[in-house]
């Protein structure tokens, strides 16, 4: 059983189209993210929900809104998609927040035509 | 404020060893090490929690100098399976954000 699964795995879309990535973990963690990694591989957070409250929004613009219906889920959801938001987009969980280690899913690789 | 990895690319030969640098402008209260390799998820290494602490993963060590604001991650007898690129991630005051640095691009060649 994959511990952090994303879906889907790779997205093409056009510009100004909306789309959404999905993620679960079955780790039973409290915390859960969403990490942006653009083409030169930095990593930046985005968002950090604990226990289905948003903690952590880090200057996202609002075209990204993320929802989580239930600790064990966290979703994305992106409205106008812009060039700039190819990137690849990585889920991760942890026990508790921040400080503990972190479990990443595999990617979705979002690409913006 | 993100902390700042050198080099920012290696390349080694089998065998041979590399050390990474990670330094904050900010207190670090604690150091967090991950690598990722090429088409795959980060993977965690191991975390530093106090100054002067040191832990090791196979052959990969790492220390961590509270008063510096810096830690270091050594690969000693770098194997083919080494390359990736290594993150290293400090923790923010309120100790609910991971913010990781630019990586660096680990290469071992045969």
């Known amino acids: 059983d994959t511990a952090v699964s994303q879906t889907p795995k790779y997205l093409v879309t056009q510009m100004g189209n909306d789309k959404s990535i999905k993620c679960e973990q079955n780790l039973g963690h409290d915390t859960m993210y969403w990490y942006k990694q653009d083409s030169k591989k930095f990593l930046k957070i985005m968002f950090s929900?604990?226990?289905?409250?948003?903690?952590i929004n880090e200057t996202v613009p609002n075209r990204f809104s993320p929802k989580s219906p239930d600790k064990a889920h966290l979703n994305l959801h992106i409205n106008s998609l812009e060039l700039g938001d190819s990137a690849v987009y990585f889920c991760?969980?942890?026990?508790?927040?921040?400080?503990?280690?972190?479990?990443f899913g595999a990617g979705s690789r979002l690409t913006v035509l | 404020q993100q902390p700042v990895q050198s080099p920012q690319a290696v390349i080694l030969r089998e065998g041979e060893d590399a050390v990474i640098n990670c330094s904050s402008s900010?207190?670090?209260?604690?150091v967090h090490w991950y690598r990722q390799k090429h088409g795959e998820a980060p993977v965690f290494l191991m975390i530093l929690l106090k100054g002067g602490e040191q832990k090791g993963h196979e052959k990969i060590s790492a220390s961590f100098n509270e008063k510096k604001q810096q830690s270091s991650l050594y690969l000693t007898a770098s194997q083919l399976s080494y390359s990736g690129t290594y993150f290293c991630?400090?923790?923010?005051?309120?100790?609910?954000?991971?913010?990781f640095g630019g990586g660096t691009r680990l290469m071992v060649k045969p």
């Open positions: 900010k207190a670090l209260y604690s």
């Open positions: 991760a969980s942890s026990k508790v927040s921040g400080a503990n280690v972190l479990t």
């Open positions: 929900y604990n226990n289905k409250e948003l903690i």
């Open positions: 991630g400090s923790i923010n005051n309120a100790g609910n954000m991971l913010t």
